[in-house]
């Protein structure tokens, strides 16, 4: 009897992850498509970003390039909450927060040493298959960009 609440509980909880990852268009594997996108010179272009369920939070996996070709890859796991969470793996951030707007937009503020570095907003397609990322910086120079990465639903 014992073991089969156990199971009964261990299944319910595997059952919630799936609706949670089923039921936000966030969680997804996205590849940048440059022709549609307008990355600013001179930043970090996010080739593949990849959302996943981590328990009750998000993992956000993200690798591409640095302006200067070098490979890059970070990662970032957290609730889309509007809290900071940390970063690893990228020298100009050190904290990240989403926060969720509907369930297809989520603003989004990163952070070096407690100073927004750049804002933003994600915004998925009704359809599911499209991610657009709206975003304004400051570089490490203090120089000011804006891009627009769109991605596709792998």
Not at 18 to 39: F, M, V
Not at 40 to 56: C, H, L, M, Q, S
Not at 119 to 146: E, L
Request: glycine share 8%; proline share 3%; net charge positive.
């Amino acid at each position: 009897m014992k073991a089969s609440t156990i199971a009964l509980v261990v299944a319910l909880c595997f059952v919630s992850v799936a609706i949670y990852a089923t039921s936000d268009p966030q969680l997804a594997t996205w590849k940048l498509n440059e022709g549609k996108s307008q990355i600013a010179p001179g930043t970090t272009k996010n080739t593949t970003v990849t959302y996943e369920a981590a328990g009750d939070s998000v993992k956000v996996t993200v690798d591409g390039t640095t302006a200067d070709g070098k490979p890059s890859h970070n990662e970032w796991t957290g609730k889309f909450d509007g809290k900071d969470y940390p970063v690893t793996g990228d020298p100009s951030s050190d904290m990240r927060s989403y926060k969720k707007v509907d369930n297809n937009t989520l603003d989004l503020t990163v952070k070096k040493d407690g100073k927004a570095t750049i804002t933003g907003k994600i915004v998925i397609s009704a359809d599911g298959k499209v991610r657009t990322v709206t975003v304004n910086g400051t570089d490490a120079s203090g120089k000011k960009f804006k891009t627009v990465a769109v991605y596709d639903k792998q």
